[in-house]
């Protein structure tokens, strides 16, 4: 079993459209919780980032983290056409500075 | 220019001939990473330093030799090039063992024929 799940997708949904996207992990130990946005052919970017568990927003997006069920999500509103991209999840605990990432999950917004 | 740069941005080679991926960082960033992404696996992390002259090994470190003379290059030697080494390398680098996520540059794409 993976340390770090993702629904690889592809998602599509349609302009307008609230998208979720989740993440679940093993290791109770992971503190720090990041989103990443990779469009095609670049590097990824950091979309995200949330210490322990709770919610923060940023413009359109939410990022939540439930510790007790080790699930994090992503949330999109208003999902737009540049929305689309492979989103990928990553966490890491307090001890040690490799991140552990999700596969990713492919976001495709229609217009 | 600020910033991870990788270089080549594409790279056809053979099989059994040695490459080296390229990268440079500016921020003086003491964590540096070397990931390959290939369909099903997503991000697998193949070597990683701590800072100039400490390098470790990652999930898939077989096939692959790194060093780190200086803190802004992080070179990706592939030995002795295989098929299966065919995918999108990317570097990335942080500061405080990551802390604050990673930066990542804009990938090579390596094919190995």
């Known amino acids: 079993q993976k340390e770090v799940e993702q629904d690889p997708g592809p998602l599509s949904v349609p302009e307008g459209a609230i998208v979720s996207l989740n993440c679940t992990y093993s290791n109770s130990a992971f503190q720090y919780f990041m989103w990443y946005r990779q469009y095609s052919r670049k590097g990824p970017e950091l979309l995200m980032y949330t210490y322990s568990s709770g919610n923060k927003e940023d413009g359109r997006f939410t990022a939540q983290v439930d510790k007790s069920s080790k699930y994090i999500s992503l949330f999109i509103r208003d999902s737009q056409p540049s929305d689309s991209a492979t989103y990928l999840c990553?966490?890491?605990?307090?001890?040690?500075?490799?991140?552990?990432f999700g596969q990713g999950t492919t976001l495709q917004v229609k217009p | 220019d600020a910033g991870i740069t990788q270089s080549p941005r594409y790279k056809i080679t053979e099989t059994g001939r040695q490459v080296t991926l390229m990268c440079h960082q500016t921020?003086?960033?003491?964590?540096m990473f070397w990931y390959r992404q290939d369909l099903g696996h997503g991000l697998r992390l193949i070597y990683y330093s701590a800072a100039a002259d400490i390098t470790d090994k990652g999930e898939v470190p077989d096939g692959y030799v790194v060093s780190r003379s200086k803190t802004e290059n992080f070179p990706l030697t592939l030995e002795s090039a295989t098929r299966s080494q065919t995918s999108v390398y990317f570097c990335?680098?942080?500061?405080?063992?990551?802390?604050?996520?990673?930066?990542f540059g804009s990938g090579t794409r390596l094919t190995v024929v």
């Open positions: 990335a680098s942080s500061e405080s063992r990551g802390l604050y996520g990673y930066t």
């Open positions: 990553a966490m890491r605990s307090s001890n040690t500075g490799k991140l552990i």
């Open positions: 921020w003086s960033h003491s964590y």
